[in-house]
């Protein structure tokens, strides 16, 4: 399968510990995006990243979390200390065509459960 | 208010019959993604478009672009179309990785 990939699928954790999501991007692509979604609400944009470039954080993005792409390939995401309210799906999306119109092709999603 | 709408929040429609989801958003955009969204989470992109209409199998997306509106028809519905329609624009001249969903439409498909 040669679609974008997330581990894990399901996280539950208790507050105050630190987590860490992985994303593998379909291979071809250059962008690479990370998304939260609570529950009966859209997907609300994190950040994303040109190659291992991270080129955009969204006010959501709060210094307790921290995106990475160091090799410009897969992409791990962070949270410290986490907080009920951390509670989520993680989404992560990959593209490839640049300018504003590029189709993303998305993840499963790690649901994260903070106790 | 949100800048992307969807109307209905939730829709319950008998196998066969034909379904609108509508989505009206406030920005100026550069193109609008349908997606669909199964339990358990994963999204699929169903259409992405910046004018006219669009057709794959038993589902059409259409824009206007004057209007800020788009609507996803799905014909003959089938029980596998349940799932949360989302709609997600990228605003026009604005970040090029950001795009802003509408909350989705939940449909359910009675047999």
């Known amino acids: 399968d040669t679609g974008v990939s997330q581990d894990p699928r399901h996280k539950i954790t208790k507050r105050g510990q630190n987590v860490t999501f992985r994303c593998d991007p379909i291979?071809?692509?250059?962008?690479l995006y990370w998304y939260r979604q609570t529950l009966g609400q859209g997907p609300e944009f994190l950040t994303y990243?040109?190659?291992?470039?991270?080129?955009?954080k969204s006010r959501l993005l709060s210094d307790r979390f921290s995106a990475e792409r160091p090799k410009g390939s897969f992409s791990t995401l962070e949270i410290q200390r986490t907080e009920q309210g951390d509670s989520a799906m993680y989404l992560c999306?990959?593209?490839?065509?640049?300018?504003?119109?590029?189709?993303?092709?998305f993840g499963p999603g790690t649901r994260l459960t903070v106790l | 208010k949100n800048e992307v709408e969807q109307s209905p929040q939730n829709l319950t429609a008998q196998e066969g019959e034909f379904i609108t989801i509508n989505c009206s958003y406030s920005?100026?955009?550069?193109?609008l993604h349908w997606l669909q969204q199964h339990p358990g989470g994963g999204i699929v992109s169903l259409f992405m478009?910046?004018?006219g209409k669009k057709k794959h199998g038993r589902l059409i997306a259409t824009i206007n672009i004057q209007e800020k509106h788009s609507s996803l028809h799905i014909t003959a519905s089938h029980p596998r179309d349940s799932a949360v329609y989302i709609c997600?624009?990228?605003?026009?001249?604005?970040?090029?990785?950001?795009?802003?969903f509408g909350k989705g439409t939940k449909l359910s498909v009675k047999p």
């Open positions: 999306a990959s593209s490839y065509r640049a300018g504003a119109s590029n189709e993303q092709f």
């Open positions: 291979s071809e692509h250059n962008r």
């Open positions: 990243f040109q190659n291992e470039a991270q080129l955009e």
């Open positions: 920005v100026g955009i550069s193109a």
């Open positions: 478009l910046s004018s």
């Open positions: 997600a624009v990228h605003p026009y001249g604005g970040s090029q990785g950001n795009l802003i």
